[in-house]
C-alpha cells in the first residue's frame, strides 16, 4: 500500500523486462567471407509475453494510461494488437482492440485474435472503409463511440506515437559503442525512428521495409518532427525486401528462415525478422558493406508459431 493507503498501480518496469537487452555475435560464414561481423541484439528476450520492440513502444504509453483502458487498433495479425492484449493481462489494464475487417465478426476467431481475446481483449470489429478513415477525427470518434471507448486511452495501429518513438531511442543508446550499422525491420517505421535518435553521431540506422510502397522514409521523418521536433540520427532504408508485401512469406523466404534457425538456433519471426535477416545477407554479398563493418541485427520479435502466416495470403 502507497501512503494514501490505495495499492499502487503496476507499472510496465514492474514486469522486469530484461534490460538492456543481450548483444550476442553471430558466427555465419556468408559475412564473415566479406569482413562483415554481425552481432544479434535479443530484443525478442526483454519479456517472454511483451516481446522485443513491443515492449519499448508500449511501456511508456501504458505508464501514461495510468490504469484507464487502452483501446487500440490493428489487423487480424497484428503483433501490436497481441502485445497490447498480452500488456493488459499482465498490468491488470482493460484493453479494446478494435480490428480491422466487420467480416471476421462472423467467424471464428484465427489463432492470433484468440489470444487476444484470452488475454481478456475486447474485440471491435469495423468494416475496411472506416478502419482506413479511423484518422479523420470524426470516424474517430464515432468509432470510440461504437466501441464504447470514448474514456479508454488510445494508442495508434502499429503503436507508433511519440512516446513509442521516444521509448525505442534507448534501444539506441544501448548499442552506442558496439556497431557501425543497426539494421531493423520496418512496419510503420517508430522504432527504426527512435533507434536512429539514440545512436551516436558515427552509427547509422538502416530500415528493412517490410511493406511495399515506399512510403516510409516520409512517415519516419514525420516521426522523428512529431517526437522531436527535427530529424535525428543518420538512417535510410534498405527497399526491395518485402517479398510482396505484409505477411507475404513466399517459399524462398520460408527456406532461408528455416535453415537460419537450423544454423544458429535462432528462432526466426517470419513475417518481419526474416526479412531483415534476409536482406542483411543479400547486402553483404552484392559488397554493400565495407570490410571490417560491424553490423547489429535487432531482433525485434519471436515466432509465435499457430499465430504465423507460413504462406503467402
Ligand atoms: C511490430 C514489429 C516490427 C515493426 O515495428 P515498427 O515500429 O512498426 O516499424 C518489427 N518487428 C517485429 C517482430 C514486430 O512485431
Redesign the pocket.
Known sequence: MSDNGRVPRPTASGLSPRLPSPLVALDDDRFARHGVRVLLKRD?LIHPDL????WR?LAPNLDAADGRAIVTFGGAYS??LR?TAAAGRLLDVPTIGIVRGQELADRPLNPSLSRCAADGMRLHFVDRSTYRHKDDPAVLAALLRAADAVDAYPVPE???NSL?VRG?TELGRELRGHADVVA???????????LAAGLAPEQRAL?VP?LKGGFLPAEIRALQEAAFGGPRGAWRTADGFHFGGYARVPAELAEFADDFELRHGLPV?R???AK?LYALVALAQEGRFAHGTTVAA?????PDGDAQSSTSR
Not at 184 to 194: F, I, P, S
Not at 298 to 302: E, K, Y
Request: charged fraction near 10%; include cysteine.
Open positions: 525478442d516481446i522485443g520492440n513491443k513502444k503483433n501490436h502485445a502499429g503503436g507508433s513509442a525505442c531493423v525491420a520496418c512496419g510503420t517505421g517508430g522504432t527504426l525512428a527512435g530500415g517490410v519471426e513475417l518481419y525478422v531483415m535487432v531482433i525485434t520479435g519471436a
